[in-house]
């Protein structure tokens, strides 16, 4: 749990606690327009014993990456129940796995879920509906955060009778290479597991069933020291009910090493515990476009291993087990162009019989009745007994993507699919996806379904101010369908709006900039500025289509109610300013002038009042005190001889001076009297600077490049340096003391009463510095502390907006990007601690020596250490210890972050200085 600080000095002065997971909003709000992808995917369909339709699929919503959607239609597709369910894993792309229906009509789902960790699969979870659609129950199996298990690459699991659940599969971290653990479970009807073990299965290849309560399994074992795969058939009732026997058939064995048991093999239980084992291989070899089928009776003993014909070619279909407890292969004869019913006679060797209708199948399944389908397209799909004599034929419209079908009644079958469409007409991707089902006789389409989701949006950029009421304005762009990143291709429409929220985040309007408008926050490289008036008008100087190299701007005004009003054409503004009467926008030369330029229009009408021209100087900032306006100027000389820095008010310059061999203004801040600190560097003379509006001028020489630098409300100044120091300054540029080093990227600083929050888009970290340049806390946020995402409220609350969401599979048109924004809270909601409790901080804790540069001892009175969590500052884990007294020597110098679990699950965390 989460508890304030600002406990007592003696505790922050001894020890650092850090929070290192992702901080939590006390408030959050997700935006979008739905608009970029909208993928709905059919997976499986069941009928219950009441002829409904029950469809398994996915969904995309605003703020996970799939739902899993479940929709129940009665006999006439009339909607009965629909339902959707998220799992709340970090990325939360749920995707189902198998679907059962119980003899109750009640439906399981078996699925996963990803974390950003997974490589693959993820989290496994167990969804229960009722026949009327209640959720009976929604379990993980592991742990939510991933701390057990980010993944697995095996699972299978059997629905039971009495509506208990057997379950395998195999855990593994991002550090493991092999899958050799495998955990069994035994689910109840409620979700409870009621038994487990565990197994180590050495195997560089599974294929497994499970029947009746029992785990079937076909391993290739590597053996390391000539690289070849020994074969091994398990049987598993439970822990120490286990059966192994090796397979040293040469047939099987030479056939087997060409081929991929997991992905090639297909295998079948009959009534009497005959195992059998179906592959097709694929490789480039002599067993390609051969089936091999084998036997292994219920003693474990091979009976036979079979291939087909070396003159035959196949193409596998499918294999089941038939009425008459026997196995039926189906194949397409790609010398015939038929389908070859594959059996075994009573010598045991393979017969096949060919269908005379001489069509190729494309897939297949088998009913409860014993009566299967084969689909030849994916609009045909055509009945078989089991006799193998064609009943009927039925057709689908042809109008999606055939993906599952399942038999109603004997009349009537039920399909199910995804249709595809483009978002936009000119896209280039068919992003556009809708679940569909069609009911079926022989002779027509009786009824059928979609559906279409909300989908996702791309928001691309993003940007938050705050009005005078504590209201928060949202400037978002966002794609409107998929961009195409190639050459030629067309890209998306732009949607540009602003949304305003209350302090609560509460939604007040929402209103879309006019269609012209190239982009609300950033354009050809360079920040749109804004201002906001005392009465909480909103100016915006914002770019289109025009005669300055297809480059022209316009002036709008948005009102506190979101009416966008035009002013008028205007200029280019790198600086832009507006006070009481007046609008200042400045454009720096060589960017479409041979000259900077202050352009001053009327603020009602946006007419200009005056231009002045200030040749090549650059501006820097424009402020107003009082009734007069200022503005700080900068002209750089080349040559090695001094450059210039100037102040104007009112137009008319009132000083300059002389900053002699300098290489440029590169970071500065000014505050609301005027008063400019500014870096500048020279062969080594690297200075923080400061100038005053009356020309009073001192300075403070650095020891490397001033990276950033950032005032506390007192006054003080935290300088942060190339070489990854950190000094502090009072606020006559006196040295005050050295603070820690931190060493990150791209660092960016926000004041917060009087700490200094140092953010970083490498990570989307941030650091809290107290005064003296200490490190109190660090955490992780979902968004990046900057100036376009990232404000102080009125309140003290940190407010951020940003983007969230990843790209599905491997292709950029389907990736989507929800916008954000969250409150934060203020610095004691922000100041935390990760996981300590009182009794925590009342243990005598002692750790020694700190610093270190070997050796350190860790000691928790009264409590037992489990372990002990070695992470860099920017919260990578490193190693991990079991005992007391952790070795460091291995280790560079610099700072580090251990946390120590105590058996009784406290967690304490501190700082450490290897030297």
């Not at 012209?516 to 100087?541: A, E, K, M, T």
């Not at 924004?821 to 610095?827: F, R």
């Amino acid at each position: 749990m989460k508890r304030k600080i600002l406990l007592t000095i003696f505790i922050i002065s001894q020890i650092h606690f850090f929070s290192q997971d992702v901080l939590t909003p006390i408030r959050s709000e997700s935006f979008g327009l739905n608009k970029h992808t909208n993928r709905d995917i059919s997976y499986f369909s069941n009928v219950d014993a009441n002829k409904n339709t029950i469809i398994v699929g996915t969904t995309e919503k605003d703020s996970t990456f799939t739902d899993i959607i479940t929709t129940k239609m009665d006999e006439n597709f009339n909607l009965v129940w629909q339902k959707k369910i998220s799992i709340l894993t970090d990325l939360s792309y749920d995707i189902p796995i198998k679907s059962f229906i119980s003899s109750n009509n009640e439906l399981y789902i078996l699925g996963r879920s990803a974390f950003n960790a997974s490589y693959s699969n993820g989290l496994i979870f167990i969804v229960k509906y009722s026949e009327t659609g209640e959720l009976v129950f929604n379990e993980t199996i592991g742990n939510i955060d991933g701390s057990d298990y980010v993944d697995y690459r095996y699972l299978d699991a059997q629905l039971n009778s009495d509506g208990t659940m057997n379950l395998v599969y195999s855990p593994v971290d991002n550090q493991s290479s092999q899958a050799n653990s495998f955990t069994f479970l035994k689910i109840s009807n409620q979700g409870d597991i009621l038994d487990s073990f565990s197994l180590d299965i050495p195997q560089n290849g599974i294929k497994g069933v499970i029947k009746n309560e029992k785990y079937y399994f076909l391993i290739a074992e590597l053996d390391i020291t000539n690289y070849t795969n020994s074969y091994k058939f398990y049987k598993i009732q439970t822990e120490n009910n286990i059966s192994i026997s090796e397979i040293n058939n040469a047939t099987f064995t030479s056939y087997y090493n060409n081929a991929v048991i997991s992905g090639q093999v297909t295998m079948h239980i009959d009534d009497s515990e005959n195992c059998y084992i179906t592959c097709y291989n694929t490789s480039n070899n002599d067993t390609k476009k051969k089936i091999n089928l084998s036997k292994i009776d219920n003693s474990n003993t091979l009976v036979y291993s079979n291939n087909t014909s070396d003159v035959e070619n196949y193409f596998l279909i499918g294999s089941f087990i038939n009425e008459q407890d026997e196995i039926t292969v189906l194949a397409n004869n790609l010398n015939k162009n038929t389908i070859d019913f594959i059996s075994v006679d009573e010598n045991n060797l393979l017969e096949a019989t060919s269908n005379t209708n001489n069509f190729l199948a494309t897939g297949f399944k088998k009913n409860k009745d014993n009566t299967f389908f084969i689909t030849t397209s994916n609009s045909n799909i055509r009945l078989f007994s089991n006799e193998h004599i064609e009943l009927k034929s039925f057709n689908t419209s042809n109008s999606y993507e055939l993906i599952d079908f399942v038999n109603i009644d004997n009349q009537s079958i039920a399909t199910i699919g995804t249709r595809y469409n483009k978002m936009f007409p000119e896209s280039d991707y068919f992003t556009q996806l809708d679940i569909y089902s069609e009911k079926l006789n022989d002779t027509q389409i009786v009824n059928n379904y979609s559906f279409s989701g909300i989908g996702t949006s791309k928001a691309f950029q993003q940007k938050v101010i705050i009005d005078n009421d504590n209201n928060y304005l949202v400037l978002v762009t966002e794609k409107m369908g998929p961009e195409y990143l190639g050459i030629g291709g067309a890209n998306p429409y732009l949607n540009k709006r602003i949304i305003k929220y209350d302090s609560n985040l509460n939604k007040i309007w929402e209103t879309e900039v006019p269609e012209h408008i190239f982009n609300l926050v950033n354009h050809g490289g360079r920040d749109i500025d804004f201002f906001i008036d005392d009465s909480n008008h909103l100016y915006l100087n914002l770019p289109r289509s025009g005669d300055n190299y297809g480059l022209g701007y316009d002036l709008y005004k948005v009102n506190p109610n979101g009416d966008f009003d035009f002013i008028n054409t205007t200029y280019v503004a790198d600086k832009f300013h507006v006070n009481e009467n007046l609008i200042f926008m400045a454009e720096n030369y060589f960017l479409y002038e041979d000259a900077s330029i202050l352009h001053i229009l009327d603020k009602e009408n946006g007419n200009l009042m005056e231009e002045i021209n200030i040749g090549h100087e650059e501006f820097l900032e424009i402020f107003s005190i009082e009734n007069d306006y200022y503005f700080y100027t900068y002209e750089e000389i080349t040559n090695n001889t001094p450059d210039f820095l100037y102040l104007y008010k009112n137009g008319v310059k009132l000083f300059t001076r002389n900053l002699s061999n300098n290489y440029g203004i590169y970071k500065y801040e000014i505050d609301e009297e005027g008063t400019l600190l500014f870096a500048t560097d020279y062969s080594g003379e690297r200075k923080l600077n400061k100038i005053d509006i009356n020309n009073s001028y001192s300075y403070y020489n650095t020891s490397d490049d001033i990276a950033t630098f950032k005032t506390f409300k007192n006054g003080n100044i935290f300088l942060y340096l190339d070489d990854n120091s950190t000094l502090i300054l009072d606020e006559n540029l006196n040295f005050i003391t050295l603070g820690e080093t931190i060493n990150t990227h791209n660092p960016y600083l926000m004041a917060l009463e009087n700490y200094m929050l140092l953010g970083t888009s490498f990570e989307n970290s941030v650091r809290i510095i107290n005064q003296k340049g200490e490190i109190i806390d660090y955490f992780k946020t979902k968004g990046f502390l900057h100036n376009w995402y990232s404000k102080l409220d009125n309140q003290g609350n940190l407010i951020m907006v940003g983007q969230f969401g990843d790209r599905i599979y491997t292709f950029n048109e389907y990736s989507w990007f929800r916008g954000f924004i969250h409150n934060y809270g203020t610095l004691n909601n922000i100041l935390s601690v990760d996981d300590i409790t009182i009794d925590n901080i009342e243990d005598d804790f002692t750790l020694y020596p700190n610093p270190t540069s070997d050796i350190l001892n860790i000691n928790i009175q009264n409590h037992n250490i489990e372990k002990i969590i070695l992470y860099d500052i920017s919260g990578k884990k490193l190693k991990v210890f079991d005992k007391s007294s952790i070795d460091l020597m291995e280790f560079k110098t610099g700072l580090y972050i251990i946390k120590i679990h105590t058996e009784t699950r406290k967690v304490l965390t501190s700082k450490v200085i290897k030297i």
